[in-house]
């Protein structure tokens, strides 16, 4: 009698369930050892058992019926609530066998269960997921169960009978003597209600008993970690991928690459401000105890921290290899998708420069990872087929990644399936986190204590770059890798900044920068509405300024955006001037290098970043950052706090020179500190404390849901809406390929495939509104909104994107 685990898209046989097992199990256990962990060795050991158990249900006649013939059992072919069982019997047995003594893993059997009870699914709240000791009453009927875990508990039955049948039994204690089991099979299937009632008293003791904050959030992480191993090696053993070979990363990769392709010699004090500055890095991480692995890096805009950054992560990797005896992934995280590109490029310049082999192992040495990736894998000279890239490319198989915010922080405090294949990968890695200063203040005290619990648990090292230095760690917590730091700043004087906090409406504003516009000169001019940037971009045009005029903002197509920066940096590099409107959205990393920035006043942090867009290469004459208090737009974005403190420095400071910029941002940034409401974080890390990570009828406080999937970095206002905009040739033949491969397709995994295939380009010409009933929307085809090249004019203009003037009233 034989088993199966999956059968491919054409219903062929694809995998016996027992090889099935054996391959998750060996891959979780294996992924386990590589990271720096307490009590690894046991930990390997449930993460193994974990892998034999997490399909046991699938033995069952039912399963197999419905796998093989697609035969309709309803609940009885469901697999993960026995599978979940079955993993907390064996891992009891074995903390028996093996005189597992410390307290924190007698909740070894209650994580094994919640770990396999949502390998399919993202995880849930440990407080609904267990039966108590009142439902269990009177079996099999279970009146006092809610109906949901009536029915798996009544279905139990059944199939622990079908599982009991002689042949059928004898089989599967064959099977599992060749894979490894702590017990009879046949023990578990008598003894499946002592198994629930056992977790019953467990997850009692674990909610009641006193166990101390460091043990519980030490059982949340290791919840995380387990789950991770096991939904990762899961999917990849089932579309046959195995993990990609660890490749070695020379520790002066980026030393040769620069005195390849950079004038070391030059006397341009930037220039000299930079190599200083690479130098103080690079030696220092060379001498500081590995004891302590949080870093910042703080140094003016402009001064190379990605490069300077990514040489020192190389040569803390190789001490932690030669010191430690592990190799860290490197992970780039940013802020912005629109600064991930150039970054990128720094270090695959560095790369493909310096690596022999780079080119035929490309992605297993560098992956660029955010939900507009291409999903292109390649290892060993072959470009692996999309199945397999996605699977890759979602774990992380790579030595050094680059990736957003969202997707590092939504999987180190995360609940769902998608993100949390990748957490194991980030466990033991260095991670570099790039303008730091834009996570959102309120999530400040929950990141720094998730920061901090990853150093100490799972060995993760952590280096903060940003020229603003916002307080998320405390000074005591981390070392500093700039020597005297604030001697940069004050050496620089680029820009200063002059501000005009008497509130002034547009028109008056319009006026101002008419009669102050010098023709010699480039200006970018940044709004903080999409709203107010149109209105400033179009009554600039109606003035009859408009030779190189350019608007940004999320409100055109994102293929336009990058169009248009290419475009700008391309007239900027040639030397000529062009006045540019935009939004936020070009403030952090965009390497553009303007004569004179304007901007509405908002945090002081902002204004500092987007005045490194201004006289980047230190020209001769100083630049000038104008800051104007434009009616109250900056309240929508940023609510009260931030701007009016920024008012009140600004305010007291008439004109600030790049010199001062390090000690106002200081100065912001303490008075921000103690006006931050962080109930949020706190709510969130009491859910993941207690294992509540997602579901219905949570705790609320003040409102707010205690739930880790309440964590949103990016909150917004409102409900969105895509919209697709066909606004060439390119766009018609990427909509009609997505309406016939993707919308009109009825075999699940072919219609996600052929998106995958297409996602990148697809949401080249895909913008969000907000939805609001005063505005007219274009029809929907397809199952989504579609602005016809034939309409364009009613609903966008090639000049400044989606016409919310298209009112209704």
Not at 214 to 241: P, W
Not at 248 to 265: I, N, V
Not at 711 to 734: C, P, S
Not at 750 to 767: G, K, P, V, W
């Amino acid at each position: 009698m034989k088993f199966y685990s999956h059968v491919d898209m054409e219903g062929n046989l694809q995998k016996e369930l027992k090889d099935h097992l054996i391959g998750v199990a060996k891959d979780a256990k294996s992924s386990i050892e590589e990271i720096p962990l307490k009590d690894k060795k046991l930990i390997a050991e449930i993460a193994y058992l974990i892998g034999i158990s997490h399909d046991f249900g699938k033995y069952t006649s039912f399963f197999q019926e419905h796998l093989l013939e697609r035969r309709d059992w309803g609940r009885k072919s469901h697999h993960s609530f026995i599978s979940a069982l079955f993993a907390a019997w064996q891992i009891q047995k074995y903390i028996e066998k093996n005189d597992v003594k410390e307290r924190i893993y007698s909740y070894l059997p209650l994580i094994g269960y919640f770990v396999v009870l949502h390998h399919h699914g993202d995880l849930g709240s440990l407080e609904t997921d267990i039966p108590t000791s009142q439902d269990l009453k009177n079996p099999p009927m279970f009146p006092r169960a809610e109906s949901n875990l009536r029915e798996k508990l009544k279905t139990m039955y059944n199939q622990v009978e079908n599982l009991k049948q002689n042949e059928r039994l004898r089989n599967i204690e064959k099977e599992y003597s060749e894979i490894r089991v702590v017990d009879k099979i046949e023990n578990f299937l008598n003894s499946w209600m002592e198994v629930l009632k056992n977790l019953s008293k467990l997850n009692q003791s674990f909610k009641y008993k006193k166990l101390s904050d460091n043990e519980k959030i030490f059982i949340s992480f290791l919840t995380l970690l387990l789950y991770s191993v096991l939904i990762d090696a899961d999917k990849r053993d089932a579309g046959e991928t195995t993990k990609i070979e660890r490749k070695f990363l020379s520790p002066d990769l980026a030393d040769k690459y620069r005195e390849k392709c950079f004038d070391l010699r030059s006397n341009k004090p930037i220039n000299l401000i930079r190599n200083d500055i690479y130098g103080s890095v690079t030696v220092l991480i060379e001498k500081v105890p590995l004891e302590k692995p949080l870093f910042t890096i703080t140094a003016p805009t402009g001064s190379g921290k990605t490069l300077t950054a990514f040489s020192a992560a190389l040569k803390l990797r190789n001490r932690i290899e030669k010191e430690k005896g592990y190799s860290p992934r490197i992970i780039y995280s940013l802020p912005f998708i629109t600064i991930i590109e150039q970054n990128y490029k720094v270090i695959y310049d560095v790369l493909s420069s310096q690596i022999k082999n780079f080119k035929e192992n490309e992605t297993a040495y560098l992956l660029k990872h955010h939900y507009l990736t291409d999903l292109r894998y390649k290892e060993g000279n072959e470009e692996r087929p999309i199945d397999k890239a996605l699977l890759l490319t979602e774990s992380w198989q790579a030595e050094i990644i680059v990736t957003t915010f969202t997707q590092l922080l939504h999987t180190i405090i995360g609940f769902k399936n998608g993100f949390l294949k990748k957490y194991h990968n980030i466990a033991g890695s260095i991670i570099l986190l790039d303008e730091v200063q834009n996570i959102p203040v309120e999530y400040w005290n929950l990141v720094r204590k998730v920061i901090l619990l990853l150093s100490e648990y799972f060995g993760c090292y952590f280096i903060l770059l940003t020229a603003t230095k916002p307080l998320i760690l405390n000074e005591e917590e981390t070392l500093e890798l700039v020597e005297n730091t604030q001697n940069y700043f004050r050496k620089l004087n680029r820009v200063i900044i002059k501000p005009n906090m008497q509130k002034v409406e547009i028109d008056e504003f319009i006026e101002w920068f008419v009669s102050n516009y010098d023709a010699k000169k480039s200006y970018l001019l940044v709004a903080n509405t999409i709203r107010s940037s149109k209105e400033i971009y179009q009554k600039i045009r109606d003035t009859g300024l408009n030779n190189h005029l350019f608007y940004l903002s999320t409100s055109i197509v994102p293929k336009q955006r990058g169009e248009r920066i290419r475009a700008i940096k391309d007239l900027l590099d040639r030397g000529n001037k062009v006045i540019v409107v935009s939004t936020q959205v070009i403030e952090a990393g965009v390497d553009l290098d303007f004569d004179i920035v304007i901007r509405d006043v908002g945090p002081i942090d902002s204004i500092i970043q987007v005045a490194g867009r201004c006289n980047r290469e230190y020209g001769k004459d100083k630049s000038e950052v104008y800051v104007f208090y434009l009616d109250n737009f900056a309240s929508y974005v940023y609510g009260k706090i931030h701007p009016d403190i920024s008012k009140k420095l600004l305010l007291e400071n008439r004109d600030i020179t790049e010199d001062h910029f390090y000690e106002i941002t200081n100065r912001y940034f303490e008075e921000v500190k103690p006006k931050i409401n962080d109930d949020i974080s706190k709510y969130i890390w009491e859910a993941m404390l207690e294992l509540r990570y997602h579901g219905k009828n949570p705790p609320q406080r003040n409102g707010h849901n205690v739930l880790v999937s309440e964590f949103q970095l990016i909150d917004e206002k409102g409900e969105y809406i895509d919209i697709f905009v066909e606004l060439d040739d390119e766009a018609k033949r990427i909509w009609e390929k997505y309406c016939k491969q993707v919308y009109n397709e009825k075999d699940f995994l072919t219609r996600r495939y052929a998106y995958l295939s297409i996602r990148r380009e697809f949401r080249d010409y895909i913008m969000s509104v907000r939805r609001d009933k005063k505005i007219i929307l274009p029809a929907e085809v397809c199952g989504l909104r579609y602005i016809p090249k034939e309409q364009l004019e009613d609903f966008y203009s090639i000049g400044t994107g989606f016409k919310t003037d298209t009112l209704i009233w």
